[in-house]
């Protein structure tokens, strides 16, 4: 007996035109969307081009402390950082996500829980008083810092159109995030003689479109650093994207730790495993 050779017949009689009819119809429609969607694909990447000369430079290659596998923040660069946020960028982004009670976490900028209150009473919020009328009291550890528009029409209204994003988690949402930031904070320049601008816009090769809404918020000596360093734009910008990223990835130290604590145990098994293996195996040899 040979093979069972496999035929349509073995499905049973088709109904002619039937089943088959529709099931082909269903393919020719979906082919026809799959060349719908193939053509609009290769229209879009007709336009990439024309967007080229507008696209974001690459961001600047900068050495940070919290890279690589034993990374960690720099304390006294995160300080710096969060005295950089709350004099320039708080009046017009918020920061969500970082109460005054993160301050004196481990793994963060290392404010004393002290200090930490203390920062937070120097903003006030509205409270109670006790006959129920609303009245300002001072912030505390559970609060953040004020929000600097109370909606989205009154933040786009004093920027022009353009949206202050908040920044909890701006270097974790861009690519190559600190760097990105970095670059964008100290990348703000004179447009070119052959690009006009927008209203209102600035220019900055680092954002995409190279217009930004945003106008350089840093200058030398923005702020006065109560350490001594000295104020450049460079040294603010590293400062807050340092703190900008201690508030993206607060357990960044401590994941750090056990991911080495881990290699380490992975290395001391490996080779107690062998050790055991070539004991065990020496005799069958
Ligand atoms: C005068 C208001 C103002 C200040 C001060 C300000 N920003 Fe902005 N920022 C904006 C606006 C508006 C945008 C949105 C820009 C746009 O979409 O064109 C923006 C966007 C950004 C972005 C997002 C860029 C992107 O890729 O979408 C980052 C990051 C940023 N700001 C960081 C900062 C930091 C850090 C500071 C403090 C050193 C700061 N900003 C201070 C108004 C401000």
Not at 57 to 69: A, Q, R, T, V, Y
Not at 160 to 171: K, Q, R
Not at 243 to 271: N, Q
């Amino acid at each position: 007996m040979g093979k069972r050779v496999r035929n349509d017949n073995d499905r049973g009689p088709a109904p002619r035109g039937g089943l088959n009819m529709l099931q082909s119809r269903h393919h020719t429609r979906v082919r026809g969307r799959l060349a719908a969607l193939a053509s609009g694909l290769l229209s879009l990447a007709a336009v990439q081009p024309a967007l080229a000369s507008g696209d974001a430079m690459p961001p600047k290659e900068i050495e940070w402390s919290f890279e690589g596998p034993l990374g960690t923040f720099e304390r006294p660069a995160l300080q710096r950082g969060f005295q950089v946020f709350k004099e320039v960028c708080a009046s017009c982004h918020s920061l969500k996500y970082v109460t005054f009670g993160n301050l004196d976490d481990e793994g963060g900028p290392g404010f004393t829980t002290a200090e930490a209150k203390a920062l937070a009473g120097e903003y006030q919020k509205d409270g109670l008083d006790d006959s129920g009328e609303i009245k300002e009291i001072p912030r505390t550890m559970a609060d953040t810092l004020p929000d600097p528009y109370a909606n989205e029409k009154a933040a786009r209204a004093a920027n022009g159109g353009a949206l202050p994003p908040d920044l909890s988690v701006i270097t974790k949402a861009r690519e190559e995030g600190p760097n990105y930031v970095y670059s964008l904070l100290t990348g703000y320049s004179d447009p070119p003689a052959d690009v006009e601008m927008r209203a209102g816009m600035n220019y900055n090769p680092y954002f995409t479109g190279h217009q930004i809404g945003m106008p350089a918020p840093l200058t030398p000596d923005r702020v006065t650093y109560a350490d001594g360093t000295p104020a450049t734009v460079e040294q603010e910008a590293h400062d807050v994207v340092t703190f900008l990223h201690w508030a993206a990835e607060p357990k960044l130290e401590a994941r750090k730790r056990t991911g080495l604590t881990v290699m380490i145990y992975l290395v001391l098994l490996s080779v107690l495993l062998y050790w055991a293996k070539s004991r065990i195996w020496r005799d069958a040899h």
